[in-house]
């Protein structure tokens, strides 16, 4: 993926270096820049784009970051499948302005991923030539009114379990972003359990029809909080830099806890014959999740993935003519400033 590094802007947010500084060796140099940049993460202060930080830390967060985006941008498909046969215009409307919350959270991604110095363009390629990842839980198909509410329940309820503490990343741009992006997807999750609730009040069909699409979606749900912290790469690093505040398996947990009332209050039956209270831990003890399941759709051979791809790089075509206009737009826009201040 080309990723295109910013200059060191360490210099621009201190002050004037005295002499000795700049008579410094690099090296002893490069040993300040990183002594600054660990002692903020000791601190848990916040890293900002001006600031100087390692290639590595850079490289994480622009792999996490554009993921996240990609899974944003990916993830209105599912859902937008059913905008045009929402059940009425209530709902209807509703859905309209979840799927439109997500693209939006894609451009806050992207924009904060832009900070790291890549550009937006470079990200796309990388997804649209399947070199990206996206989130797992996109890969599967919505045949039925009944996913759309468990996307809401379950899916926007994992999503929130991960991201309200990246909240506290350590690089402010995306910690930031994710505010706002909490907040929306707290009132998804809400909508999605209501619209459920709604669906158990009806027929025998109807709690049928939501029971087959929780069986459905409890696993892949389950793993999208990716692999056990014992096969996951990235964790250790990610948790000492701040980026990552709580570990997979934690996560997890947390969810599992917190869904299991839930889906009392539902009516629903979780598809885990080994979900069982567990008093000496006080959480829930849960059945064995599927990782070769998890790998292959990772790896492009979920129910979805070539379909997921394919409509977005056609989306991407269809609008290059939108993109061309608000560009020329824009150039004219700038002549005509430039001719008047001449
Ligand atoms: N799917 O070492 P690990 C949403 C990859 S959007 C695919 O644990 P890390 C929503 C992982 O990338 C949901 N790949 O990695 C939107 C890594 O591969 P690379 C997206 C996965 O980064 C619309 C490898 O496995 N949320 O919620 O420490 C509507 C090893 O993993 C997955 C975010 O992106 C997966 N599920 O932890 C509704 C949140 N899991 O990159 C809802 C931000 C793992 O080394 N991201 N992998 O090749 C994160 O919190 C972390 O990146 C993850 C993974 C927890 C996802």
């Known amino acids: 993926m080309p990723i295109i590094l910013p200059m060191d802007t360490h210099a621009m947010d201190l002050p004037e270096p005295r002499t000795g500084e700049l008579e410094a060796a690099p090296d002893a140099h490069s040993a300040g820049r990183q002594q600054r940049f660990d002692r903020k993460m000791e601190d848990d202060r916040k890293i900002e784009p001006q600031d100087w930080m390692p290639d590595a830390y850079r490289k994480t967060l622009v792999r996490q970051i554009s993921q996240h985006a990609h899974s944003e941008i990916i993830g209105m498909q599912p859902e937008g499948n059913w905008i045009s046969r929402a059940p009425s215009l209530k709902r209807k409307a509703i859905l309209l302005a979840k799927v439109q919350d997500e693209g939006g959270h894609g451009l806050y991604l992207y924009s904060a991923a832009e900070t790291l110095g890549v550009s937006r363009d470079a990200l796309l390629d990388a997804l649209h030539s399947g070199k990206a990842k996206y989130s797992s839980i996109f890969n599967y198909p919505t045949p039925t009114w009944s996913d759309v509410g468990v996307i809401g329940w379950l899916v926007d309820g994992a999503a929130i379990m991960n991201q309200v503490p990246i909240c506290r990343c350590?690089?402010?741009?995306?910690?930031?972003?994710?505010?706002?992006?909490?907040?929306?997807?707290?009132?998804?999750?809400?909508?999605?359990?209501?619209?459920?609730?709604?669906?158990?009040?009806?027929?025998?069909?109807?709690?049928?029809?939501?029971?087959?699409?929780?069986?459905?979606?409890?696993?892949?749900?389950?793993?999208?909080?990716?692999?056990?912290?014992?096969?996951?790469?990235?964790s250790a690093q990610g948790m000492r830099w701040g980026i990552k505040r709580i570990s997979n398996d934690d996560l997890r947990q947390k969810f599992?806890?917190?869904?299991?009332?839930?889906?009392?209050?539902?009516?629903?039956?979780?598809?885990?014959?080994?979900?069982?209270?567990?008093?000496?831990?006080?959480?829930?003890?849960?059945?064995?999740?599927?990782?070769?399941?998890?790998?292959?759709?990772?790896?492009?051979?979920?129910?979805?993935?070539?379909?997921?791809?394919?409509?977005?790089?056609?989306?991407?075509?269809?609008?290059?003519?939108?993109r061309d206009a608000a560009l020329a737009h824009a150039r004219k826009q700038q002549a005509r400033q430039l001719k008047e201040a001449a």
């Not at 599992?256 to 885990?272: E, R």
Request: proline share 6%.
């Open 256 to 322: 599992v806890d917190a869904t299991v009332p839930q889906a009392k209050i539902l009516g629903v039956n979780l598809p885990d014959a080994d979900l069982k209270w567990n008093e000496q831990r006080q959480h829930y003890d849960y059945g064995a999740i599927d990782w070769d399941d998890f790998w292959a759709v990772v790896n492009g051979q979920g129910p979805c993935n070539k379909e997921r791809l394919a409509t977005r790089v056609k989306a991407h075509a269809d609008g290059q003519w939108v």
């Open 170 to 234: 350590s690089y402010g741009p995306y910690a930031r972003a994710m505010i706002r992006i909490c907040k929306e997807e707290s009132f998804h999750q809400r909508q999605g359990f209501e619209s459920l609730m709604t669906q158990m009040r009806g027929t025998a069909a109807q709690r049928e029809m939501v029971q087959d699409a929780v069986n459905r979606w409890y696993w892949p749900v389950l793993a999208m909080f990716g692999p056990p912290d014992a096969d996951s790469p990235n």
